[in-house]
């Protein structure tokens, strides 16, 4: 298999400021957010990254997305370094950060336009892509609603919409599931195996056992910022469910760093 996506052990630390020391009841002022990250994500594949909040995760998408630069390693995705090759990289992609805030003056129509033409998209093309998703998801009848008047499921759809709408082979998703209802859970779940059968390559972030269970061929379990373990789905649950091997996994690797976090 071809591996499209390859971290070459990443790094990221961050400064912490008095009020961050205070609130994570820490004397640190550097916090080792991402250390020594090395993972694979293969071509037509859904990859689950798997941890609890705080583990790494948003900040591995990020730097896999450019957003924010590693302090070390690389990492490649299909060929194009994130280091070297941050244009490149951001051509290839489509990228979901659950830190998006979308302006709630404009509206999913302006918005899916305005993206579509930053992304270079024809606009013959942008056109009916925008019908086509919007009906998949619902948007339709909210397509010229301010974004302050939809709900939170709404937004979610809106903001998963204007990351593709340049059809990018490489989707990366941060929590693309998280605050939503069941119902627009499914709708989201349902479309990312619609598109794995399209033969995209989607990385996925999480911290919902189900979801990962549901939908990932491969999954990778991040705890304080280290790959714990990272298999096929089969093998990690060849003998235990997901959630006892990560809590197994939890409670060894904070035991080895000197307690619970």
Do not use: W
């Not at 939890?250 to 080895?256: F, G, L, P, W």
């Amino acid at each position: 298999m071809k591996a499209i996506l390859r971290a070459d052990k990443l790094e990221k630390t961050f400064r912490l400021s008095a009020k961050q020391q205070k609130l994570q009841k820490t004397k640190a002022k550097t916090k080792t957010a991402v250390h020594n990250l090395s993972f694979e994500a293969y071509e037509g594949e859904i990859f689950g990254l798997l941890g609890p909040n705080g583990a790494g995760k948003t900040t591995t998408l990020r730097m896999l997305a450019t957003l924010i630069k590693a302090d070390s390693g690389d990492a490649f995705i299909d060929g194009a370094s994130i280091v070297s090759a941050p244009d490149e990289v951001r051509a290839k992609i489509g990228f979901l950060t659950s830190e998006l805030k979308l302006e709630e003056f404009f509206t999913p129509s302006y918005l899916f336009d305005f993206f579509s033409n930053l992304r270079a998209v024809p606009p013959d093309v942008a056109r009916i892509r925008k019908a086509e998703l919007f009906a998949r998801f619902g948007v339709s009848d909210f397509a010229n609603e301010k974004v302050a008047n939809l709900s939170t499921g709404m937004k979610q759809k809106v903001s998963i919409l204007i990351s593709i709408v340049h059809d990018p082979d490489i989707i990366i998703f941060d929590e693309p599931t998280n605050g939503l209802d069941v119902l627009t859970a499914k709708v989201v779940t349902d479309f990312l195996l619609e598109l794995k059968a399209q033969g995209k390559s989607i990385v996925v972030s999480t911290h919902i056992f189900s979801l990962v269970e549901k939908i990932c061929d491969r999954a990778g379990i991040i705890i304080n910022g280290k790959m714990a373990l990272c298999d096929t789905l089969p093998k990690i649950t060849a003998e235990k469910s997901l959630e006892d091997v990560f809590f197994d996994l939890y409670a060894r690797e904070t035991s080895d760093s000197g307690g619970m976090k």
